[in-house]
């Protein structure tokens, strides 16, 4: 059976209301308020401020793993020694049992200052008859005057006035006492026989003076080894033990008197020359008649020994040649060869070092002549060293 359906009804709409805006209220301004400045506060100094707060205390840190050290390194080896430089254990040799006597080259050069001596007294003899007795005395003076060589003070002012030597420092004494030692043990010397002094030089040289100096360049102290500068002080004992100082000393000085005169005569010889221009031939005649004169004189009374002045430089050079070589010969014998022919090798490579410099800088090379070389008082250094070759062997163990 069919429903009825159901009736509808027109709906109608609700009722629309009218709607009241909300109400408005006027906006005060909020209030202004004068604003203070900040107070300023009175700044304390950076000393005067509070100590910044302390650090909290640093933990240690677990360091890293390091590798294993490696082992150091070896020092390198010293240096090997040079092979003169010696340990000196001073053995007596006795050369000779005489401290100091005169070999043939110091009697040779005694014997050639004769006419120096002889022309020297003429002078002194000549210049003492102005003073009547008194000439007399002074004449034995003089002749008693050449012991000074021997005297000790005097010795010394000669050392430092004319040879600039001083007497050697601590630290120099420690050096060259046991190597002078050595040298006077093996020669059979006493020490206080001799005195070392010291020049102020940077070059290698030693000196031998009077009768008892032996003089010593800084530079050989500094530089050399013990051994070389034994050999150098062996050759220097060499010329006092051989007498070559002191009777070159003693010749030079009784020459004195007659080279003064012979300065003299040489020097009025010139001024007659150049007066000879003013008085044509009356110049050289004076001179002719001064010279002749000289010349009868000398030949009558004193066998012409005088005359010989003219050659003695040469014969005496020679014979400062030869002490050398009796000096190198000194120092062989007391073991020295090898030492003192490297020092004159070493000498010889300055002297031809020097002269290569000189021809790469453009100066001429001065080559003496024949004549002029015969003047030289020492020998060269080639023919020195031929001379020790026979005696450089191994060196005496000390």
Known sequence: MTEPA???YPQAPPPAYPQAPPPTYPQAPPPTYPQAPPPAYPQTPPSAQAPPPPQAPP???????????????????????H????????????????????DGTAVSGLLLHVPNFLCSLLVVSLLSVFFGLLGIVIVVAWLASGALVFHRPTE????RRLLKLRHPTPQELARITPVWQEVLARAGIEAHTYELWVEDSDRLNAVAAAGHIVGVTRFSIERLPSGQLAAVLAHELGHHVGG?????????WYALPGRIAWRLMLLTTYVAIRVSGLFSWAGPALVMLVFGMVAVVTISFLYGLPLLVLITPYLLAAVGRRAEFHADQQAAALGFAPMLAEVLGLLHAAEQQAEALAAARGRP????????RLLHSHPDYPARLRRLQPHAGPPTPA
């Open 59 to 81: 933990y240690p840190q677990a360091a890293a793993p390091q590798p294993p050290a490696l082992p150091p390194a070896p020092p390198p080896p010293p240096p090997a020694p």
């Open 83 to 102: 092979p003169h430089e010696l340990r000196f254990a001073q053995r007596r040799v006795h050369i000779a049992e005489h401290q100091r006597g005169a």
């Open 156 to 159: 010394r002012f000669i050392a």
């Open 365 to 372: 090379v001065k080559r003496e002549g024949a004549l002029a």
């Open 244 to 252: 070559h100082t002191w009777s070159s000393l003693l010749g030079y």
């Open 6 to 8: 159901e009736p509808q």
